[in-house]
């Protein structure tokens, strides 16, 4: 039902006009694709906007703790992108 390009655009979309409800959002997103490296990428993204670094941090440890299984180029970028968070969030 919720789709991992669908929970991206929702995430996304919430977060340009409510980045409260945009975090509140990504707790049910993360929990229904724990899987996706997008979804965790957006999610992470989104707790450091809202300024809730331990989310943020969490989210993109588990994202870079992923293996990308297949030749998806988003898989590969939003895996640098969640690297790079990680990075900046444990300095």
Known sequence: MFS???LVQ???AARSHEVRLALDLVH???????N???VLRVGSAVAESAGDSSTASELA?????MEIQ??????HAAYEECRE???RLHE
């Open 4 to 6: 991992e390009d669908g």
């Open 10 to 12: 929702i995430l996304n």
């Open 28 to 34: 049910f997103a993360t929990e229904i694709q724990a």
């Open 36 to 38: 996706s490296i997008l």
């Open 61 to 65: 440890d588990r994202c870079v703790a």
């Open 70 to 75: 297949n030749g998806d180029w988003r898989a």
């Open 85 to 87: 968070l990680a990075r």
